[in-house]
């Protein structure tokens, strides 16, 4: 999707391209892209076999641990605790960092924590047991139940972690003997730490406003902080960025689901779209589609007569207030008019991100043709460089260059040429490293002079060994589809 009126692009052009700070460190963690790809292909994203599912969790928290450099990390299940980011997101995103760990969402999820510790095996000072990974999780629920759901074999009560915490950040030196064997996972966090570092990673909000309400966990990290000065408190964001921006099996499964319910939906919408209809009755054809379908919406759709909403339409809200934004409304469909649409169906929360523009009467005029097919260039040309080692910037600038070439288009696109999707529509990653294989990404552009007639794409692309997957590429597109499209009856034709 687009934010309205977004500054990503001047954002990152702010932000100074200098080697990474060597303390933002994580290591190399083994992701497999043709191993996760070839699993996807056989995933029943609607009745997944729980031990394949069990099995591919695990193995995200063993790359966490991977990545890790030391120290310990504890994702806190999170619920919605402020109500305006600098950022569009789901209610459930705040919890995404602890879903995308576990499986565990909504009920299952309240007042939770998962603890992972990896195996320190050069630190000092001997265990009663081998050294080796941790993953602990604390739950409200009843922790055999969720050790079942999980596969987690250690599930304790939520309680038990302000103890377990407490007493792993006494000095391992001071522990008797009795107390190594009697605390196993708090001995073994305590020897980690030792001497060195005592790194704690925790999930901060990933976006906030300073100004509202805290969230609670916060006072927590702080008290922590007071405790034991000595422990560097650091956002787990550093590793789980990482590890999220390359998608896994499921991550890839669920996203062609995504999609492939996009493009019903998007026919459906509008195929029915007609003079007299209003935006927000195109809006809501195409989101009963998605919840026929079992999904949900990544974000809220947006119809428009006008296509995309620009900077010079005026009514401009302040940062921050994305959600806030109608992003359909009741403008009445004319003969003539082009209809735009920018909308992603959700599936087992990940997100498709799609685009369309199609004119309503099945008949492009000559001059909406014209733009089509200079935003129709820009955007196969973009998807095309797409590949290992290419950079969003070398994207965006080709866009900026043939769009400037086209008929100085390039002065009214005025967001970025596009952002990583996955759990969210604009997902955890690093914009400044290169693509490699793995990354799922949205591609929108568009031609929009302010007058009109407007159009813009939006497409979702899987970075892969030697290239790419156009994952949209079935959502009609091409000028003939298209028009084939919106010339045949609507589904709801029968309303009137
Ligand atoms: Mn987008």
């Not at 995200?60 to 402020?82: C, D, K, L, N, T």
């Not at 793995?438 to 060994?465: H, K, S, Y």
Request: aromatic residues 10%.
């Amino acid at each position: 999707m687009i934010r309205a009126f977004c500054c990503l692009a001047a954002a990152l052009a702010a932000f100074p391209l200098v080697a990474q700070d060597p303390e933002r460190g994580f290591r190399p963690f083994s992701y497999d892209f043709a191993a996760e790809a070839a699993l996807a292909a056989r995933i029943d994203v609607d009745n997944p076999d729980p031990v394949q599912l069990r099995e591919i969790f695990a193995k995200r928290r063993a790359r966490v641990m991977e990545a890790m450099p030391g120290g310990a990390m504890i994702v806190y299940s999170v619920e919605r605790a402020q109500e305006r980011r600098l950022e569009f997101q789901v209610p459930e995103s705040d919890n995404h960092d602890f879903t995308y760990l576990t499986g565990l969402d909504s009920v299952y999820s309240l007042d939770s924590a998962l603890l992972l510790l990896p195996e320190a095996g050069d630190a000092e000072g001997r265990l009663d047991e081998p050294v080796r990974d941790w993953v602990v999780l604390y739950t409200s629920m009843d922790p055999a139940a969720i050790a079942a759901r999980t596969g987690i074999e250690d599930v304790r009560p939520f309680a038990i972690l302000e103890h377990d915490l407490s007493v792993a950040m006494t000095d391992f030196r001071d522990w008797r003997i009795t107390q190594v064997r009697r605390w196993p996972l708090a001995a073994a966090l305590s020897r980690a730490w030792g001497a060195r570092d005592k790194v704690l990673y925790l999930n901060y909000p990933r976006f906030f406003r300073l100004g509202m309400p805290e969230p609670g966990r916060l006072q927590e990290f702080e008290r922590i902080r007071r405790f034991s000065p000595e422990i560097r408190l650091r956002d787990s964001a550093e590793i789980l960025d990482q590890v999220r921006q390359l998608q896994d099996s499921w991550s890839i499964a669920n996203l062609r689901r995504s999609v492939a319910i996009v493009n019903e939906g998007v026919r459906h919408g509008f195929r029915s779209t007609r003079p007299g209809m209003t935006e927000l009755q195109v809006m809501q054809v195409i989101d009963f589609v998605y919840r026929y379908r079992g999904a949900s919406l990544g974000f809220p759709t947006s119809v428009r007569r006008t296509g995309v909403q620009t900077p010079h339409d005026g009514d401009e809200l302040p940062e921050g207030w994305i959600e806030f934004v109608a992003r359909a409304g009741g403008e009445v469909f004319q003969a003539g008019d082009l209809v735009w649409t920018d909308t992603g169906a959700a599936f087992n929360h990940y997100s498709a991100d799609v685009q369309r523009t199609a004119p309503i009467d099945g008949r492009f005029t000559e001059r909406q043709r014209e733009l089509y097919e200079i935003a129709l260039d820009v955007q196969k040309t973009v998807i095309g460089m797409v590949r290992p080692g290419a950079t969003w910037w070398q994207l965006h600038d080709k866009a900026m260059e043939m769009l400037r070439d086209a008929g100085g288009y390039d002065e009214y696109y005025y967001y970025g040429i596009g952002h990583f999707i996955g759990m969210d529509v604009h997902d955890e990653g690093d914009y400044l490293v290169p693509f490699k294989p793995g990354m799922a990404l949205a591609i929108e552009q568009g031609v929009m002079p302010p007058e009109g007639p407007r159009v813009a794409f939006e497409d979702d692309v899987l970075v892969t060994e030697d290239g790419h997957e156009w994952l949209s590429r079935m959502i009609p597109l091409e000028i003939e589809d298209v028009e084939a499209l919106t010339s045949g009856p609507g589904a709801f034709d029968f309303l009137e």
